[in-house]
């Protein structure tokens, strides 16, 4: 059964940091892996998508890393601004049009 | 158009109340999803439409009835619910097929408040 884990669980750094969320899985067979920033009470935003076959993906100040062997994805940000407070969440599909499990999220707040 | 529309935003119901929540996409979306989300925690899917017809239900209880009309419309249909079903419901829609095109885009939720 796929897990998805998401280390640290909340993370505050001061604006203009640098920083790197981690995502890992227990079953390398994914479909893609999906990065999600979710504001409170609000729905979820897709920020990056990689295809199983891929190494990284990039969009402006975001990167986002997949290593499947090991099991494990990264995100990285940036110049972190105060605005890129959100919970971010990292899910996996292991084929089309199937269910996206989700990790539990990291809060992230940026500090002005 | 790429968004995924929700309606209503708000929605409060007595466990006795029909109500119906409504999805809608433009983007040629073939797979259309629900999902159901409590505080603090990451969403949980409920079900799956691929090509307008039910491919997934993750054993959600029958006083949950989605129904697809078409390819650019998801409902779900609420009746005699429990205040443990107070959430936060959350449409998805996506591609079929090629991993490059299943990405998910999901709507604003809407907050569900039973009484």
């Known amino acids: 059964k796929q897990e998805v884990t998401q280390i640290p669980a909340a993370l505050s750094v001061p604006e203009g940091e640098n920083l790197v969320l981690n995502c890992s899985f227990t079953?390398?067979?994914?479909?893609?892996l999906q990065w999600f920033r979710q504001d409170p009470g609000k729905g979820l935003t897709s920020l990056l998508l990689?295809?199983?076959?891929?190494r990284e993906q990039t969009s402006g100040r975001l990167n986002a890393s997949l290593d499947k062997s090991s099991g494990r994805s990264t995100l990285y940000i940036a110049a972190s601004q105060p605005g890129d407070s959100a919970t971010y969440l990292c899910?996996?599909?292991?084929?089309?049009?199937?269910?996206?499990?989700f990790g539990s999220g990291t809060r992230l707040s940026i500090r002005p | 158009d790429t968004e995924v529309t929700q309606t209503p935003k708000h929605l409060v119901m007595g466990m006795t109340n029909k109500k119906s929540l409504k999805c809608e996409q433009h983007m040629g979306h073939r797979a259309m999803y629900w999902y159901k989300q409590k505080a603090k925690k990451p969403p949980e899917l409920m079900f799956v439409y691929s090509y307008e017809k039910l491919s997934i239900n993750e054993s959600v209880p029958s006083r949950f009835s989605p129904e697809c009309p078409n390819s650019s419309l998801l409902n779900l249909h609420l009746h005699a619910l429990q205040p443990e079903d107070s959430a936060l419901y959350l449409c998805a829609s996506s591609q079929v097929g090629l991993a490059a095109y299943n990405e998910q885009f999901f709507g604003p939720g809407t907050r569900l408040t039973v009484l």
């Open positions: 079953d390398s067979a994914i479909y893609n």
């Open positions: 990689i295809q199983s076959s891929q």
């Open positions: 899910a996996v599909s292991q084929s089309s049009a199937s269910k996206i499990i």
